[in-house]
């Protein structure tokens, strides 16, 4: 499961047109099948994280630290679309539904904006961020 995360990691650090597609106000034909494949690819991961955790594998709160990784997928409108449409198709039934009740308790959230300006010290702080050495 680890390895399966990092590796997560890494296609995201060395795909910026995989990242681009969470903040692109329209998708091309191929930033839709990247996304897509990608998407598919890592709820395919929480689907066999939850399997373990229904077979006595894994314990619950293992499986609910990899389940958290949903929310960051499945975090933007347009991801959440994606799920609704054409990204079930093909799970098992109860995980779909463990999703749905998982994604109806959290808002949207803005994570990929935020990492194209997180080095940014916005204005109101200027004033108070500390200096290097501080």
């Known amino acids: 499961m ?3 995360a990092i590796s997560e990691l890494y296609v995201w650090m060395n795909d910026a047109d995989l990242r681009a597609c ?3 106000e329209q998708l091309s034909p191929e930033q839709a099948g990247k996304m897509h494949y990608f998407l598919l690819s890592a709820m395919r991961q929480r689907e066999w994280e939850w399997h373990q955790l229904r077979d006595g594998i894994i314990e619950e709160e293992v499986e ?5 990784v949903i929310g960051l997928h499945l975090g933007t409108e347009r991801s959440r679309r994606w799920w609704r449409s ?4 093909g799970f098992h039934p109860e995980f779909v539904a463990m999703v749905d009740a998982f994604l109806a ?3 949207t959230i803005s994570y ?3 990492l194209l300006v997180f080095d940014r010290v916005p204005p109101q702080f ?4 500390p200096g290097p050495g501080e």
Do not use: L, S
Not at 64 to 68: F, K, M, P, W
Not at 86 to 89: L, P
């Open 22 to 24: 969470f903040t692109a």
């Open 64 to 68: 609910g630290t990899y389940r958290e």
């Open 2 to 4: 680890g390895e399966q």
């Open 105 to 107: 308790e959290r808002p």
């Open 126 to 129: 200027a004033a108070t961020a």
């Open 112 to 114: 990929f904006e935020d």
């Open 86 to 89: 054409v990204g079930r198709i």
